[in-house]
């Protein structure tokens, strides 16, 4: 019961900050992820220390902040440095992730995706000027920007 009261006050207290920031400034804090963590650290404090132990950095990073817009550059420092620690925890102890395709993933995507045109263009070039594939071979044409077409 007491678990679920300190998270029911961390999300008050997000809550309460969302108010007073600027959208740009609750993103560029990551409170929406925070508020998420935070309920994973309480659904794991009952099983691990660890998350135990990061409830009361969760509540000393939210009270560094709380007096927004006149955080010093070390609390912003220490809250990303904090907030980073958390995320580390929840992904190598517990094996959570954040939703969404992993860049690498996309970017393997999008490379075959774009090299298959130039595939199919390559493979339908060299199958229409093999010589088995036309009766002569005429070569190819290599066109200028003043609009002449010169074969060759």
């Given amino acids: 019961m007491e678990d679920n009261k300190w998270y029911e006050s961390i999300e008050k207290e997000i809550n309460s900050l969302k108010e007073k920031m600027s959208e740009e400034d609750y993103n560029y804090y990551g409170l929406g992820l925070l508020l998420q963590a935070a309920k994973r ?3 794991f404090s009952s099983e691990c220390e ?3 132990s990061i409830k009361e950095k969760i509540t000393s990073i939210l ?3 709380s007096n927004w817009p006149k955080t010093t550059k070390e609390e912003k420092e ?12 929840l992904k190598k102890q517990h ?3 954040q939703k969404g395709w992993p ?3 996309l970017t393997i995507i999008g490379g075959l995706l774009g090299a298959l045109p130039g595939l199919i263009g390559v493979l339908s070039g060299m199958q229409a000027t093999h010589p088995s594939a036309r009766a002569e071979n005429v070569g190819f044409s290599l066109f ?3 609009g002449g077409c010169y074969n060759w």
């Fill in 63 to 65: 009270a560094c902040i």
């Fill in 144 to 146: 200028f920007c003043n």
């Fill in 78 to 89: 220490n809250y990303i440095q904090v907030f980073r620690s958390i995320t580390e925890h």
């Fill in 103 to 105: 860049l690498w993933i």
């Fill in 95 to 97: 094996n959570l992730r």
């Fill in 41 to 43: 650290v309480d659904d």
């Fill in 50 to 52: 660890e998350c135990d």
